[in-house]
């Protein structure tokens, strides 16, 4: 069978090379090399998954405390020192029309991320917090994690963004 493939492939490329001559040039021979790789691991080599075309990200978030206050959205990768607002793979900022806010990120591969949001109520263009570093303005986490005593970790709020979970919903803290 593996034979026949490659007898086929042969003829194929050799009618494709011959045919593809322009009018007026002189016939020059063909040489084919035939390369001892086998056939099926250059095939697997060039398929793409379907899973590393990007679709849209739809965040839906909930309990804003402000219509109009902008949301900011920081995205994280497992290399990124998550929360921290310094080490953030991307950031994303979407004013709501209401006291909920749905957007779509188009820009994001897919991956394993996790997200720290927050709303700015008071457009300083940071979180407030309070003198114990508790944020005094809406925050929320991927996954709805709810934090104790302390931040949570990446694998607290991480999750897979590929084409089947396209909807991250968000439950705003305030």
Known sequence: MRFVTVYILIVANVFFISSCRSTGSKETPVTILI????????????????????????????????ATGPVVIGVYGKKNKFPDPKDQLKEYKFTPHAKELSAAITDLPVGTYAMAIYQDVNSNGKIDKNLIGIPTEPYAFSKNYKPTVKAPAFRDCSFNYMAKNDTIKMKMIR
């Open 35 to 66: 390369d001892t790789v086998p056939l099926v691991d250059t095939i697997k080599m060039a398929v793409v998954p379907a899973t590393a075309v990007a679709v849209p990200l739809t965040l839906i978030i909930t309990n804003l405390a402000s």
